[in-house]
């Protein structure tokens, strides 16, 4: 059978050729300037609202029309959901309109790829907001978070959307930066394993995930946004990449550049980065997109280049194949550069094929595509809300009891505190609501979103006091707090940040802070509270830990939720009732000892205070601490060798029991802990952790087999490598509360010890 493709000789048109084979045939066809129509996109409203990427406003050029653009083809199609409210299915539909325009419009017949935000679920109006990234991690669950993403993912494709700006793989190093809110944690093996099943459920629904941001990010000077990196080669190696290496080895298929520059060379024109390491060391053959005006940047912030023609040529040497969110460098600058010859048609190319290749993977190229969205357009069905409930419930955790909570039976409450009574308190800065819907604000919010005053009335005769605004406030608001209070049985103060952006808020992008301290006069007001002598119960709901060592102990319990989403202050009612027993662990460690300098558990000496500064680095509560209300008996723990081949594996058995007439859980917690790099290094390191849910009485056994892979690691520049002799695997509920350690003498040549690769678990669960 012949087709009319292949009668043609357009063999890029036949779907049953090799990929490789139609996107030569396909480029030799292009004239340069539709080849570089591919390698960008085109943000249709850029202006029509508030910003939502630095610089923004500074950054809008005069594009060309759509209708002078689509003749040459498009490579992208920015946020055509994200950018305003659009109800989903007039979108959807809008969307296909455009893309039957540029399908016409160009004599390839090329759609465009179309990328939303997905960070908290899609970035639309009326969907789905899931909790954020800080509780994923919170939950320890890679298959809640997997599902998750494979919603959302389904979510996107039904509305036409192809590629999801998210996860954020940066590890967080400093809890004063204000995307701590976007990450997943302090710890990469927790953000890679974690990272790694959102990245594999949202590929499974036939969207490309996008790592970002690639990479150092989160390490920057005194956690201030886009500010530079000074980072040696084994911290980069060690910490801020295996989260990327991991998601990478899953097929993830795009990857954003870091906005920062590494050592003083921006990420954006370091080919050392984005082609050395990411495709020469790594093998990544996806796309790499710029994050947002990252290409223009290196002119107008970086001062590496003189212009967007100069910033264009570094940014396509160094390995970036699309520029985004618009048209600017990537365009005339560009087109201008081949035809001088400064800038070598053969990394147009290099770009080029990779972008079509993803287009024919994602069947943009097949003959029988078509732009129709999904007559199903509900984005906020009862399927995700229920999901949503569940990622909620499973990540809230109970830092702190005395005995007060559960609130079981009918209690006389006050519930008091910035964050009490606002939608906007469960969602993060990417949500949309926040990310967007503040600027449109006579739009409704588009979901159900139920404040924890509404979701507390539905068990407690609650009494509400705002006590004073997330920041400023007077004195006569805390005075009604306080006097609500008195007249409570309980105090549950509902504390910490309004997200926003580029100072819209006290957490989010470009909202760093200066200390952790509460902020506002919210520390104040808790102070007030407790010294009504009514126990307080803090919930804290917001982007990062804060300093609460000088309030502990005077409080009756803590809980905290990072922006759990639509379903979070049901979550969070359910867990202060007792119908929920909280199971989250923390992702990232809350800062102790008085002090507001932030450190993460990855620091050298943990536990141990220094005796050169006064500063103790002691967490108040370490990364991976949870409480419950049935703590899990720990029976006992064994291993089944005293030696552990560089290149071999151990076997460790850890047996839980529930004591208590309600079911519990418990995060058994593996660490490696390398006296030899005590000093340098961290003292203890994260190589595997599994959740186990326990019914009344039940005795489970839970068996680690870990799997180390050290020599895979020899030629890589930066790790660590250590002598053989004796290491220990510490097992336990979170990186300063140990069950037991198991020494082990690891046997073989002298290797690196790493967290992902070199001890990959798999842990068998039994009864």
Same mark, same amino acid.
């Given at each position: 059978?012949?087709?009319?493709?292949?009668?043609?000789?357009?063999?890029?048109?036949?779907?049953?050729?090799?990929?490789?084979?139609?996107?030569?045939?396909?480029?030799?066809?292009?004239?340069?300037?539709?080849?570089?129509?591919?390698?960008?996109?085109?943000?249709?409203?850029?202006?029509?609202?508030?910003?939502?990427?630095?610089?923004?406003?500074?950054?809008?050029?005069?594009?060309?029309?759509?209708?002078?653009?689509?003749?040459?083809?498009?490579?992208?199609?920015?946020?055509?959901?994200?950018?305003?409210?659009?109800?989903?299915?007039?979108?959807?539909?809008?969307?296909?309109?455009?893309?039957?325009?540029?399908?016409?419009?160009?004599?390839?017949?090329?759609?465009?790829?179309?990328?939303?935000?997905?960070?908290?679920?899609?970035?639309?109006?009326?969907?789905?907001?899931?909790?954020?990234?800080?509780?994923?991690?919170?939950?320890?669950?890679?298959?809640?978070?997997?599902?998750?993403?494979?919603?959302?993912?389904?979510?996107?494709?039904?509305?036409?959307?192809?590629?999801?700006?998210?996860?954020?793989?940066?590890?967080?190093?400093?809890?004063?930066?204000?995307?701590?809110?976007?990450?997943?944690?302090?710890?990469?093996?927790?953000?890679?394993?974690?990272?790694?099943?959102?990245?594999?459920?949202?590929?499974?629904?036939?969207?490309?995930?996008?790592?970002?941001?690639?990479?150092?990010?989160?390490?920057?000077?005194?956690?201030?946004?886009?500010?530079?990196?000074?980072?040696?080669?084994?911290?980069?190696?060690?910490?801020?990449?295996?989260?990327?290496?991991?998601?990478?080895?899953?097929?993830?298929?795009?990857?954003?550049?870091?906005?920062?520059?590494?050592?003083?060379?921006?990420?954006?024109?370091?080919?050392?980065?984005?082609?050395?390491?990411?495709?020469?060391?790594?093998?990544?053959?996806?796309?790499?997109?710029?994050?947002?005006?990252?290409?223009?940047?290196?002119?107008?912030?970086?001062?590496?280049?003189?212009?967007?023609?100069?910033?264009?040529?570094?940014?396509?040497?160094?390995?970036?194949?699309?520029?985004?969110?618009?048209?600017?460098?990537?365009?005339?600058?560009?087109?201008?550069?081949?035809?001088?010859?400064?800038?070598?048609?053969?990394?147009?190319?290099?770009?080029?094929?990779?972008?079509?290749?993803?287009?024919?993977?994602?069947?943009?190229?097949?003959?029988?595509?078509?732009?129709?969205?999904?007559?199903?357009?509900?984005?906020?069905?009862?399927?995700?809300?229920?999901?949503?409930?569940?990622?909620?419930?499973?990540?809230?955790?109970?830092?702190?009891?005395?005995?007060?909570?559960?609130?079981?039976?009918?209690?006389?409450?006050?519930?008091?505190?910035?964050?009490?009574?606002?939608?906007?308190?469960?969602?993060?800065?990417?949500?949309?609501?926040?990310?967007?819907?503040?600027?449109?604000?006579?739009?409704?919010?588009?979901?159900?979103?139920?404040?924890?005053?509404?979701?507390?009335?539905?068990?407690?005769?609650?009494?509400?006091?705002?006590?004073?605004? %997330?920041?400023? *406030?007077?004195?006569? @608001?805390?005075? &009604? $707090?306080?006097? #609500?209070?008195?007249?409570?049985? /309980?105090? =549950?103060?509902?504390?910490?940040?309004?997200?926003?952006?580029?100072?819209?808020?006290?957490?989010?992008?470009?909202?760093?802070?200066?200390?952790? %301290?509460?902020? *506002?006069?919210?520390? @104040?007001?808790? &102070? $007030?509270?407790? #010294?009504?002598?009514?126990?307080? /119960?803090? =919930?804290?709901?917001?982007?990062?830990?804060?300093?609460?060592?000088?309030?502990?102990?005077?409080?009756?319990?803590?809980?905290?939720?990072?922006?759990?989403?639509?379903?979070?202050?049901?979550?969070?009612?359910?867990?202060?009732?007792?119908?929920?027993?909280?199971?989250?662990?923390?992702?990232?460690?809350?800062?102790?000892?008085?002090?507001?300098?932030?450190?993460?558990?990855?620091?050298?000496?943990?536990?141990?205070?220094?005796?050169?500064?006064?500063?103790?680095?002691?967490?108040?509560?370490?990364?991976?601490?949870?409480?419950?209300?049935?703590?899990?008996?720990?029976?006992?723990?064994?291993?089944?060798?005293?030696?552990?081949?560089?290149?071999?594996?151990?076997?460790?058995?850890?047996?839980?029991?529930?004591?208590?007439?309600?079911?519990?859980?418990?995060?058994?917690?593996?660490?490696?802990?390398?006296?030899?790099?005590?000093?340098?290094?961290?003292?203890?390191?994260?190589?595997?952790?599994?959740?186990?849910?326990?019914?009344?009485?039940?005795?489970?056994?839970?068996?680690?087999?870990?799997?180390?892979?050290?020599?895979?690691?020899?030629?890589?520049?930066?790790?660590?490598?250590?002598?053989?002799?004796?290491?220990?695997?510490?097992?336990?509920?979170?990186?300063?509360?140990?069950?037991?350690?198991?020494?082990?003498?690891?046997?073989?040549?002298?290797?690196?010890?790493?967290?992902?690769?070199?001890?990959?678990?798999?842990?068998?669960?039994?009864?």
């Amino acid at each position: 059978m012949t087709t009319e493709a292949t009668t043609s000789g357009e063999l890029w048109r036949d779907p049953r050729v090799a990929t490789a084979d139609r996107v030569r045939d396909l480029m030799a066809r292009m004239t340069v300037r539709e080849k570089v129509a591919q390698l960008y996109g085109v943000w249709v409203g850029i202006d029509s609202g508030g910003e939502v990427a630095p610089h923004q406003h500074d950054l809008i050029v005069e594009p060309p029309s759509l209708d002078d653009l689509i003749p040459h083809g498009i490579g992208q199609l920015t946020r055509v959901f994200g950018t305003r409210p659009i109800a989903p299915d007039v979108g959807a539909h809008s969307l296909a309109r455009t893309q039957r325009q540029i399908i016409a419009g160009n004599r390839f017949g090329i759609p465009a790829m179309v990328h939303e935000e997905c960070l908290t679920g899609l970035a639309a109006w009326q969907a789905t907001v899931y909790p954020s990234p800080l509780c994923w991690g919170a939950t320890f669950e890679p298959d809640l978070v997997r599902r998750m993403g494979e919603h959302i993912g389904r979510s996107m494709r039904r509305l036409g959307v192809h590629q999801g700006l998210a996860p954020v793989l940066d590890v967080t190093r400093d809890l004063r930066w204000g995307r701590v809110e976007e990450t997943i944690g302090e710890d990469p093996h927790l953000v890679g394993t974690i990272g790694t099943a959102y990245v594999e459920g949202v590929e499974s629904a036939g969207v490309v995930a996008t790592l970002k941001h690639f990479a150092g990010y989160s390490v920057s000077r005194a956690g201030r946004n886009m500010a530079p990196v000074s980072i040696g080669r084994r911290e980069l190696a060690d910490v801020i990449l295996p989260p990327f290496e991991m998601a990478l080895r899953a097929g993830v298929r795009s990857v954003m550049n870091s906005y920062t520059s590494n050592d003083g060379v921006p990420v954006a024109a370091d080919p050392v980065m984005l082609t050395d390491l990411l495709r020469g060391e790594y093998g990544f053959t996806g796309t790499v997109v710029a994050d947002y005006f990252a290409v223009a940047f290196l002119y107008r912030l970086h001062g590496v280049a003189a212009d967007r023609a100069g910033s264009a040529g570094q940014a396509l040497a160094a390995g970036i194949d699309v520029e985004l969110p618009t048209v600017d460098c990537y365009g005339e600058p560009l087109l201008a550069e081949i035809e001088a010859g400064t800038v070598d048609l053969a990394l147009v190319d290099r770009a080029l094929e990779r972008v079509l290749r993803q287009k024919c993977e994602l069947g943009l190229l097949d003959p029988d595509f078509s732009p129709e969205p999904d007559t199903d357009v509900d984005i906020d069905d009862p399927a995700a809300r229920s999901l949503a409930r569940e990622v909620a419930e499973r990540s809230i955790v109970l830092l702190h009891n005395d005995g007060v909570l559960p609130l079981t039976g009918k209690r006389r409450i006050a519930v008091v505190g910035p964050r009490a009574a606002e939608p906007g308190a469960v969602m993060g800065c990417y949500s949309f609501p926040l990310h967007v819907g503040v600027h449109h604000p006579d739009v409704p919010i588009g979901v159900e979103v139920p404040t924890v005053v509404d979701a507390l009335r539905a068990d407690h005769d609650v009494t509400f006091a705002l006590g004073c605004p %997330v920041v400023g *406030g007077t004195d006569a @608001e805390i005075a &009604e $707090a306080v006097e #609500a209070a008195r007249a409570a049985e /309980v105090c =549950v103060a509902v504390l910490g940040d309004q997200a926003g952006l580029f100072g819209g808020g006290t957490s989010g992008e470009g909202c760093d802070a200066t200390d952790l %301290v509460l902020p *506002g006069r919210q520390e @104040e007001l808790l &102070e $007030a509270l407790i #010294a009504t002598g009514t126990p307080v /119960v803090l =919930v804290l709901l917001s982007g990062r830990p804060y300093e609460l060592s000088r309030q502990i102990d005077r409080l009756a319990a803590v809980v905290c939720g990072f922006y759990p989403g639509e379903e979070g202050a049901t979550a969070l009612a359910g867990v202060l009732s007792g119908r929920i027993n909280p199971s989250g662990r923390l992702p990232v460690s809350f800062p102790g000892a008085g002090s507001s300098q932030p450190s993460t558990y990855l620091t050298a000496g943990l536990g141990a205070r220094s005796e050169v500064s006064t500063v103790d680095p002691t967490a108040l509560f370490p990364f991976g601490h949870g409480l419950t209300y049935a703590p899990v008996t720990w029976v006992s723990v064994e291993a089944d060798a005293r030696e552990w081949p560089t290149n071999g594996t151990c076997r460790v058995v850890t047996t839980l029991r529930n004591d208590h007439d309600i079911s519990t859980t418990e995060v058994v917690q593996i660490y490696l802990h390398d006296p030899v790099a005590e000093v340098a290094r961290p003292v203890r390191q994260l190589i595997g952790a599994v959740k186990v849910d326990l019914q009344p009485g039940q005795t489970r056994t839970i068996t680690a087999v870990l799997h180390a892979d050290l020599t895979s690691y020899t030629g890589r520049a930066g790790h660590r490598q250590v002598d053989p002799g004796e290491v220990e695997l510490r097992v336990g509920r979170s990186s300063a509360d140990v069950h037991t350690a198991v020494p082990f003498t690891l046997t073989g040549p002298r290797r690196r010890v790493g967290f992902d690769r070199a001890f990959v678990p798999v842990f068998e669960i039994g009864d």
